[in-house]
């Protein structure tokens, strides 16, 4: 008997249990509101609101009361919109939102005052920019601003991210009169950090200091529009700003009569580095002062090296150059005739004739720029060998650690001050 009231308990609940589980398939309790007939950004901020009101009923108010609850809420918080009767699908309870009217928007761009060609760059950056934002309007009502205007912002603020990185937007709505077409009007500020200032750098194996200098005055001076202007912008238009500097080197003389090429590397910071390498098609004019320490065999000297670049066929660049060095001493003058082939961008063989005393010297040379080293070497045919080793301190004066067979005092400190 016992026996026969358990299995008929154990019926009861696996009865109760079935129709709990019918229930729940049947009427889900817990399933998130999913809002239809708003486009995504907005729905996203509705959608918040909506399941914070419905996971806060009770659950043991029936089903359509809680959904005539989620309507009235619905359609006071989501004005502009009118909200139909929920129903479920897939777990989720799904509302859908009706626009109360459909607005003609109107997109204008307040751009800010920015020098030429800055301008031109924003104006490129932002022609979309109307359009893409009408789409996330289409169909929006006027009076649903009031609660997603700031939805509405992080929309924008995405599609300025894309288009005009480092702008902050301001965001104003202007209704006419009697009109149907709402004016939404975006204004942009420049974010922090800012461009303070453009440290210019010209480095040339080509031409003199002393023409570099002004070449670097006049890239300051060409990249003046950089200043005060978004360093994440900036860096977005890197490659414009390079082109930008290297137009204006371009119509220098110096530049137009040795045919020299310019490339311009630009870092962006809030100070700024911009890097120009200058280098002559057909010439090489180089011109230094030196002084040397811990030896009695060498006095100061100056030096000129003067260069004609060719290329007899294809893939070789020669150059057939002339040095002469002076030393202030007694003014002997030392000359030197050669040619030299660059094999690579910073290693060049060559072989000259010195002097006087007519000797042939083999050389060799692992140029350097500034902030780097860089090793000379010559092999005269009578066996004597004379190098350098130095570093570039600037563009101004390179530190040797001067080495001539010739002389009693075979290793000595050179100073070489680049004119």
Known sequence: MGSVNFSKEKRVVAALFLAATLL?????????????????????????????????????????????????????????????????????????????????????????????????????????????????????????????????????????????????ISILVELAEGANSPVLRISFVPEQPLVLAVTPSVQSGSLPVAFQTDLKDNLQSGLFPVIGLPVNWVDYHKRDIEILAEQSLADRNIIENSKAK?????????ISRADARVESSRYTIQAWAAAYGGTDDRYPELGLHVGRKALPMSGWNVELYGEWILSTNDFDLESRWGARWKIHSRILL????????????????????????YVWWRYSENSKSNMGIGYRINEFLSIELHYDERDDDQWSIRAVGNL
């Not at 809420?73 to 009217?101: F, K, Q």
């Not at 310019?262 to 809030?270: E, K, M, T």
């Not at 060559?350 to 080293?373: C, D, M, N, S």
């Open 24 to 168: 729940f398939i049947s009427f889900p309790l817990y399933g998130a509101v999913r809002i239809e007939g708003m486009p995504k950004w907005m729905a996203e901020s509705a959608e918040k609101s909506l399941n914070a009101v419905w996971n806060e009923m009770d659950r043991t108010i029936p089903l359509a009361e809680r959904f005539s609850m989620l309507v009235l809420v619905g359609n006071r918080l989501l004005s502009g919109y009118t909200i139909e009767t929920p129903h479920y699908s897939d777990g989720d309870v799904i509302v859908r939102a009706l626009a109360e009217d459909f607005p003609q928007w109107r997109i204008e761009l307040n751009n800010p005052s920015l020098p030429f060609p800055a301008n031109t760059w924003f104006k490129d950056d932002t022609r979309q920019f109307p359009d893409l934002v009408h789409i996330c309007l289409e169909n929006v009502p006027v009076r649903a601003l009031a609660w997603a205007d700031m939805a509405l912002r992080r929309e924008i603020e995405a599609i300025t991210k894309e288009h005009v990185p480092g702008w902050d």
């Open 262 to 270: 310019v490339d311009v590397s630009f870092r962006p910071s809030q």
């Open 350 to 373: 060559g072989a000259e004739i010195a002097y006087p005393g007519e000797e042939l010297w083999w050389r060799f040379w692992f140029t350097g720029h500034v902030k780097q080293p």
